[in-house]
């Protein structure tokens, strides 16, 4: 079983612009003009959804505002523009750029918080009732859980980390041991409730695999009624821009729980590249608190 002092978290997937359909929408449709000028919007557009794998995002949401308006000829530069356009609340040009991320060594208490966040965002979480806790017998003769990992709350490794830079590594170690033994507890209740309705189940397990299978998952769906919200879960997360703003609004701030807040700093920090313009007036900043939190620009949109 492992400790997970922090989330995993890595980007998966970001927006990429074919120029070419934009080529062919500024041909089919008749700015040709502004084609032949290569300081125009769409001539801009074009080149940097060429050059860069940055700024894909913003290229995007830009191309959707300027068709709405036929602006491709003349017009803000493409910072001025986003800002622009966040200002007079246009929100469903940032719809469209969409991000996704694999995550890990996150709490089940906190996939509970962020599968909450339903429009333009989602989840694939890995599954308790296909992925088995195994348990193990060690070398040692110690039993030893694998597939359910635990998960510290943040607080609990801030006051760990105060503790041993005030010298004291034994109540570090204490602090981090007591948590990890309530979490070894529920697994043990797993296992003991694993153990009992497989016995109980068995005398309807019959020659028939798909009932065999069902009775099999029954169990471990019935098992895992007792695993704390610090179980360990991972999840492809999937949002779009306009969801991120209103993600990055409620669950970066102060109020928001200290875990899922330090989750969406990360997501933040990994998107920003690929939309900086959108993304400006999002800051990450050490709070009151002394954890991150994000500032989101005064406008709601
Ligand atoms: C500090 C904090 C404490 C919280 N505490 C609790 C709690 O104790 N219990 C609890 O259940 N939840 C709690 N929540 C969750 C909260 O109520 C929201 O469900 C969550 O933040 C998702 O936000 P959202 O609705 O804006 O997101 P989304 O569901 O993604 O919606 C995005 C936006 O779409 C609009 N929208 C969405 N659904 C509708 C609708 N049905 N009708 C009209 N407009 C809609 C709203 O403008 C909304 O802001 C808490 C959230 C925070 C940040």
């Known amino acids: 079983m492992r400790v997970h002092y922090k989330p995993w978290v890595r ?52 191309f959707a505002g300027r068709m709405c308006y036929d602006s491709f000829t003349k017009g803000r530069a493409p910072d001025e523009y986003v800002k622009n356009v966040i200002d007079d609340r246009h929100g469903n040009v940032f719809i469209h750029p969409s991000f996704s991320f694999i995550t890990a060594g996150i709490s089940r208490g906190l996939s509970h918080e962020l ?60 602090l981090i041991e007591d948590f990890v033994n309530d979490f070894q507890t529920s697994l043990k209740n797993y296992a003991k409730g694993e153990e009992k309705y497989t016995q109980y189940l068995k005398k309807y397990a019959s020659d028939n695999t798909q009932i065999s299978e069902m009775l099999t998952k029954r169990v471990r769906e019935a098992s895992r009624y007792v695993l704390p919200n610090a ?59 002394g954890f991150p939190s994000i500032s989101v620009p005064a406008v709601g949109i």
Request: aromatic share 10%; charged share 25%.
């Open 11 to 62: 980007l998966l997937a970001h927006p990429t612009v074919i120029p070419n359909s934009m080529l062919d929408y500024a041909t089919d449709f008749g700015f040709d003009e502004a084609l032949n000028n290569p300081s125009s919007p769409i001539s801009d557009l074009i080149a940097r959804a060429n050059t860069s794998p940055y700024e894909q995002s913003d290229v995007l949401s830009e």
């Open 115 to 174: 599968v909450r966040h339903s429009v333009g965002a989602g989840p694939s979480q890995r599954s308790q009732r296909f992925v088995k806790v195994k348990i193990v017998e060690g070398a040692d003769g110690q039993i030893v859980y694998e597939g359910a990992d635990c998960v510290l709350p943040p607080i609990i490794v801030h006051m760990a980390d105060q503790y041993r830079r005030d010298g004291q590594e034994e109540k570090a170690k204490e």
């Open 231 to 289: 179980c360990e879960t991972r999840m492809v997360w999937s949002m779009n821009v306009r969801a991120a703003f209103n993600i990055y609004d409620r669950r970066g701030s102060y109020h928001a729980d200290l875990e899922i807040r330090r989750l969406v700093v990360e997501f933040l920090n990994l998107m920003k590249p690929y939309a900086p313009y959108a993304l400006n007036d999002f800051k990450s900043f050490v709070d009151i608190d």
